[in-house]
């Protein structure tokens, strides 16, 4: 495709994937125009970037790839063309420099991620691309065409209708409706016959059920007083999930008004939310002293505490205090704190019934969307030629740590050149 083409490409969505679609149509000569409906570009990028971008991870392809779950053989294309390895080296080439963090993930030297979207934003107006905030898609008019041509949208100005030769649609998730990703254009895509996936939430927290210490779902009014907010660090979770498969992670969470949330339940979020939808529940087990042994635990605790508090002698006898003590308390009953043997087994496995994922627009990412079988190869929609699809939008999900950023940039930049392949096609 030479430099002097007319052919007019929308871009409907300025967050990274978008963007990166744009990008490539631009350098490829295209007239590019993207649209979003906040009032400026990459909203949720800046967000997520505010307590330091974590742009993508370290670890080898082969294990990275299997962060995607089911979708992974979906993902691997363009993943393998454009993965975090070349991710960073776009990154470079912006001059925004990274570094590998103690735990694998890679992140500016900055930390933020306004320098990056700042020296992006100048690099796509230099290259011609247009940018139109305020600007809500509202679909296609109605004009009998197949496929639709006329993009509706409504402005300050009022509601416009543009013409593009083909469509790019990077229109977020369900997550974070303030920030532009509310899922809206579901309807507008089922009412053109394509196959969707619902939306669910991802890397999200969980509200808790019946415990076993109460008589009423939920924490206690004694555990919320004291203990929301409370990290719980250095424990172990493990859930099995409906299909009988054992799911284990290390890391720390945190107690909230209604349930746990923080990294470590987001990492098992996708099989904890599965099993609640399967079976009405899931059972979370906490390791609370992961490295002690049963047998250790046991032997410490069946000790004699003489005239120390029981509060005391798990504190000395098993490094249980402060909020992990609490949960023991809220989760256990008082026959298994009379029992060291049962009081240790409790310790290596606590379980936390949970009975709900928190709402959709609370989440992190989603899960849904456009389903892959919906596209082509180039990620075009089969119900609608012209149109493709990318980003977060598609159904896909993956925990954080660098692989939602990852893979966002990854399928924008698919969109974008299956685009330019479709158009040079055409022309």
Known sequence: MNGTTQLR?????????????????????FSVDIHDAMPSPGRKFLLAGIGGLNLTHSEPPGTFITRYRERQADLAPPLGRFGAAELREWAHGLGIETFVGSSGRVFPKEMKAAPLLRAW??????????LHVRHRWLGWEDGGKKPPRGL??????????????A????????????????????????????????????????DVGHLAGNAQPGWSRHLVDRFVGAPVKSVA??????RGQTHERAGECMVSATGIEGGLIYALSAPLRDTIEATGSATLYLDLAPGRSLARLTDELSRPRGSRSMASHLQSKAGIDGVKAGLLR?????????????????????????????????????????????LDERLMLRALPGVFCCGEML???????????????????????????WLAGRE
């Open 167 to 206: 469509v790019i649609l990077a229109l977020g998730g369900g997550s974070w409706v303030k920030l532009g990703s509310d899922g809206s254009w579901m309807p507008l895509l089922a009412g053109r016959g394509v196959e969707l996936a619902p939306l669910r939430p991802a890397n999200c927290g969980f």
């Open 395 to 421: 159904d896909w999900e993956a925990p954080t740590g660098g692989y939602l950023l990852t893979a966002c940039f990854a399928t924008g930049r698919a969109a974008g050149l299956g685009a330019a392949d």
């Open 152 to 165: 509706r949208f409504a402005t300050p100005e009022g509601e416009r209708t543009i013409v593009a030769d």
């Open 121 to 130: 934003l100048h690099r796509l107006r230099q290259t011609g691309v247009r």
């Open 237 to 242: 979770a493990r859930i099995t999930d409906a």
């Open 330 to 374: 809220e989760c256990t009953t008082k026959e298994t704190f009379a029992d060291p043997g049962r009081l240790a087994a409790a310790i290596k496995a606590l379980p936390i019934v949970l009975a709900a994922p928190r709402p959709l627009d609370e989440a992190i990412s989603s899960a849904g969307g456009v389903r892959f079988e919906a």
């Open 9 to 29: 490409v929308a871009v409907i969505g300025a967050g990274p994937a978008g963007l990166m679609a744009a990008e490539m149509l631009a350098e490829r000569g």
